[in-house]
């Protein structure tokens, strides 16, 4: 979410690549922090606990961000994603990376509470990234 409210301040526009259909699991730090607890308290020895709360396509980002700031959401290709981005970052942009929590879910009984990520747009911190 940060990379697209700073596309704002390089474009003028909450930029997405290509069509934005790429997903990336997400989580909030406070359901990390629980995660952790619960793992340190009843996790079994060498046990693998994903944190993830849900998935939200770039595009529905750049879109709401957009919404926020007044004004339009952009698809870039992946030429234009390096020069706001710099190349790692549109890689990051243009890929997907979907995990599940399914271990951290049936072993520690862990379930997120902030799963929509979308509430987190219009805070401030986020909106001083595209100035």
Known sequence: M???YR??????????V?????TYSHV????VTRLFTLALAGGRAGGLYHAVAGETPNRWIAERVAADLGVEARSLTPGEAAGVW??????????????RA???RRELGWHPERTDMLTMIGKARLR???A
């Open 18 to 22: 290509g069509p934005g259909l790429n």
């Open 7 to 16: 596309s704002v301040a390089t474009t003028g526009a909450a930029a997405c």
């Open 28 to 31: 909030h730090i406070d359901d």
């Open 102 to 104: 399914v271990d951290s």
């Open 128 to 130: 001083a990234l595209s």
């Open 2 to 4: 940060p990379m697209v």
């Open 86 to 99: 710099g190349e790692f970052g549109a890689l990051v942009m243009a890929a997907s990376s979907r995990i």
